[in-house]
């Protein structure tokens, strides 16, 4: 081929734009907006074919790099190509995409305050679950190392660390020796820590000090904790240790009377010292063989005792929850008392009464309630069934959620059907007493359901009044279930169902009894008719006969604790335990008698296999539980209900002589017989229980 050949010029750019199109004419009306050519077939070839050329004339290289055509790269050769004025060039977006690296601690900065709050909360609750082995005194010292470790955690861990302050057990003896504090070291640390920073002050919402120590007056020990709650102007709950009220001045309910933000109230009622003079010469004359079960009525209090009781609520106005128990001889007087005081509280939701006398609480006073979302009643003598079905209309108890009855020794069956119908918005009842209601004279049921409730899904329902039969007030309650009277119901705890007419009505469960249940002695305990009692003594001192309410069990770590006398009168309970053996002991029979038989049979009709197959005891379309495990809080022993004993007793925190394994901080070393001593110091602390809440 020619060097002419090389050399002739290519095709311009007008020739590629004018070059008619083979394409039809319907076509090219879709593409009329589209180059037909690529942007790379645009260029000039002048300076492509001078290279071309420059090469087949076998120049010497050099001359070809310092030829013009060579001096130009491909880009600017591009950027040189003209283009259509309609059409822009974009660059292409990259393949990969490259992101900025972060800078150390950019992220962590970036997460708002709320998130880093619940992470931290999921750590409280790691600590203080139920069957942890780890404590409070734990979970603070986490806490405290988290709100050193960065600067924005800092505020989140303070809320975390002061919004629920919990001091559970006995003061470090070490401490005490360094500080130079005989009791309440924990305390007066944080009362300065406290008055030294108002901005940590205001965080403080619930409070738990530790139980009064042994050898400590009650008067000096409630005084330290009365200076810490007038350093939280926002306290909303004192948790423990609960103190009796005898009707004098204390600074420890003068201090909670001035917290406005109070939401949550206890009130364990002591007998005054004119009332206890009154009961003490009067009590032994009006006893006698013919009425044994005979109580005398409290004295009535002073007009400026029950005035200054009536005070103490005055400031009270976010107040929600509200309880009273009133030990023997104490009482509330005059019986316009109680309505006043609540009259005073408008936020009050949930309301609690144990054991107050006919003279502070009747009838009269159940129809003056406010409208509540929990109620309890408890041991009133005062009130009667014909009070509860007054009660049970009126159209501001519509708001109940939550009821307990609680030996009120209901007798009439019609009463407990009230207030089943006519509580519109009940979530949970709870009947508890030794004696069942019945029908009035001459009147039949006919058509079941009998009792009904379309709204009640936890039923609790003890009435122990036959040890090897049901009741008339169970058989009715039994059938009103099976006819479709409680459509919401999924959970039904009995203790008290010999027959077991309640379990057949339930969903079928594999197994009912627990682990414990068989060996920890609490069968023999399950047969006696009243509350086992517990009273922790130390060893080395001997139980000596002493006045109610001066004696307190003591803990060997020097702590003092309320014992069970001082707190409720006994009363007939059904055991859990052994509830629990017996509806296992039914169920273990009903695997016996199978519900289905298989027969394998060949072509010829012979039987060559029978089999008898799922036993149980329950309807398998039931979507009710049946539940014989105790409330969150309580014991077997009260037949699974939180009472007033659980409420004062010490949560956990008494260790009892070594019945209880207390924590030291251990759980957090190295695993293994050797530790390493400064680890042991790091992480080691004073023994102390696993102190849990308990709620009404």
């Known amino acids: 081929m020619s060097r002419s050949a090389y050399d002739a010029p290519g095709p311009t750019n007008a020739q590629?734009?004018?070059?008619?199109?083979?394409?039809?004419?319907?076509?090219?009306?879709?593409?009329?907006?589209?180059?037909?050519?690529?942007?790379?077939?645009?260029?000039?070839?002048?300076?492509?074919s001078s290279v071309t050329s420059s090469v087949g004339s076998k120049d010497t290289f050099d001359a070809i790099l310092g030829s013009p055509a060579s001096s130009s790269t491909s880009f600017e050769s591009w950027h040189s190509a003209p283009r259509m004025p309609e059409h822009g060039w974009h660059r292409p977006a990259p393949i990969k995409q490259y992101r900025r690296r972060r800078e150390e601690g950019e992220l962590f900065a970036a997460l708002p305050e709320e998130v880093l709050s619940l992470i931290l909360q999921k750590l409280r609750e790691s600590h203080l679950k139920p069957g942890s082995t780890s404590c409070a005194t734990c979970m603070m010292r986490d806490l405290c190392a988290v709100a050193v470790c960065a600067k924005k955690l800092l505020k989140v861990a303070r809320?975390?660390?002061?919004?629920?302050?919990?001091?559970?057990?006995?003061?470090s003896q070490t401490q005490k020796k360094r500080?130079?504090?005989?009791?309440?070291s924990r305390l007066v640390l944080l009362r300065r820590t406290l008055r030294a920073n108002p901005s940590i002050a205001v965080l403080v919402r619930s409070l738990k000090a530790p139980a009064v120590p042994q050898g400590v007056q009650a008067e000096s020990y409630q005084n330290l904790i009365a200076s810490v709650i007038m350093a939280c102007p926002n306290l909303?709950?004192?948790?423990?240790?609960?103190?009796?009220?005898?009707?004098?001045?204390?600074?420890?309910?003068?201090?909670?009377?001035?917290?406005?933000?109070?939401?949550?109230?206890?009130?364990?009622?002591?007998?005054?010292?004119?009332?206890?003079?009154?009961?003490?010469?009067?009590?032994?004359?009006?006893?006698?063989?013919?009425?044994?079960?005979?109580?005398?009525?409290?004295?009535?209090?002073?007009?400026?005792?029950?005035?200054?009781?009536?005070?103490?609520?005055?400031?009270?106005?976010?107040l929600t929850t509200l309880s009273i128990h009133c030990l023997p001889g104490a009482t509330l007087t005059p019986l316009s008392l109680l309505p006043d005081i609540l009259a005073d509280i408008p936020s009050l939701r949930h309301l609690h009464l144990s054991h107050l006398p006919f003279t502070a609480f009747n009838d009269a006073n159940l129809l003056s309630l406010p409208a509540l979302h929990t109620l309890t009643l408890s041991n009133l003598s005062g009130v009667s069934s014909m009070g509860l079905s007054s009660?049970?209309?009126?159209?501001?108890?519509?708001?109940?959620?939550?009821?307990?009855?609680?030996?009120?020794?209901?007798?009439?069956?019609?009463?407990?059907?009230?207030?089943?119908?006519?509580?519109?918005?009940?979530?949970?009842?709870?009947?508890?007493?030794?004696?069942?209601?019945?029908?009035?004279?001459?009147?039949m049921i006919w058509l079941f359901p009998y009792l009904a409730s379309a709204t009640v899904g936890k039923l609790h329902w003890d009435i122990p009044s036959f040890a090897s039969m049901a009741n008339i007030g169970d058989s009715i309650l039994a059938k009103s279930i099976a006819a479709h009277g409680f459509p919401a119901l999924r959970t039904l705890r009995t203790p008290a169902d010999p027959e077991g007419i309640f379990q057949a009505l339930c969903k079928p469960a594999e197994k009912i009894e627990v682990a414990s249940d068989r060996y920890r002695g609490l069968i023999a305990k399950a047969g006696s008719a009243s509350r086992p009692r517990s009273r922790p003594a130390t060893p080395n001192s001997p139980r000596t006969p002493r006045t109610p309410g001066s004696e307190s069990s003591r803990s060997p770590f020097g702590l003092n604790f309320p014992t069970d006398e001082e707190l409720f009168r006994s009363k007939v309970s059904s055991n859990l335990a052994q509830s629990r053996l017996e509806a296992q002991h039914r169920l273990e029979?009903?695997?016996?008698?199978?519900?289905?038989?298989?027969?394998l049979v060949d072509e010829q009709g012979r039987v060559l296999e029978t089999k008898k197959i799922a036993?149980?005891?329950?309807?398998?379309?039931?979507?009710?539980?049946?539940?014989?495990?105790?409330?969150?809080?309580?014991?077997?022993?009260?037949?699974?209900?939180?009472?007033?004993?659980?409420?004062?007793?010490?949560?956990?925190?008494?260790?009892?002589?070594?019945?209880?394994?207390?924590?030291?901080?251990?759980?957090?070393?190295?695993?293994?017989?050797?530790?390493?001593?400064?680890?042991?110091?790091?992480?080691w602390h004073t023994e102390r229980g696993r102190w849990r809440a308990v709620e009404l």
């Not at 394409?23 to 942007?39: F, L, S, W």
């Not at 002061?162 to 057990?169: K, V």
């Not at 010469?281 to 009006?286: K, L, T």
């Not at 029979?589 to 027969?599: C, I, Y």
């Open 589 to 599: 029979t009903a695997h016996n008698e199978p519900r289905f038989t298989f027969t």
């Open 391 to 443: 009660f049970a209309r009126r159209p501001s108890s519509r708001s109940i959620r939550k009821l307990t009855l609680h030996h009120l020794d209901i007798d009439s069956l019609p009463t407990v059907a009230q207030i089943l119908s006519n509580l519109s918005s009940l979530q949970t009842f709870a009947l508890v007493q030794a004696h069942t209601p019945i029908l009035p004279e001459g009147e």
């Open 236 to 318: 909303e709950r004192l948790v423990g240790p609960h103190e009796n009220y005898d009707f004098t001045f204390s600074r420890l309910w003068h201090a909670l009377s001035t917290r406005e933000q109070l939401r949550d109230i206890h009130w364990t009622l002591e007998a005054s010292k004119t009332q206890r003079k009154r009961r003490m010469s009067n009590a032994a004359p009006m006893l006698s063989a013919k009425n044994p079960k005979y109580q005398e009525a409290p004295g009535d209090l002073q007009p400026d005792q029950s005035e200054g009781f009536r005070e103490l609520h005055m400031n009270w106005m976010n």
């Open 159 to 171: 809320v975390a660390l002061y919004e629920d302050i919990q001091l559970i057990g006995a003061d």
């Open 615 to 683: 036993g149980y005891i329950g309807e398998t379309t039931s979507p009710i539980h049946y539940c014989l495990t105790p409330d969150a809080g309580a014991v077997d022993e009260n037949g699974g209900l939180v009472d007033i004993s659980d409420l004062l007793g010490d949560g956990g925190e008494n260790l009892k002589d070594g019945n209880r394994e207390g924590c030291t901080g251990r759980w957090n070393t190295y695993s293994g017989a050797v530790t390493d001593k400064k680890d042991r110091e790091r992480w």
């Open 16 to 48: 590629y734009v004018q070059r008619p199109s083979k394409m039809p004419p319907k076509m090219m009306a879709n593409y009329a907006q589209i180059d037909h050519q690529p942007a790379i077939y645009q260029r000039r070839h002048s300076n492509a």
């Open 179 to 184: 500080l130079k504090i005989p009791h309440g």
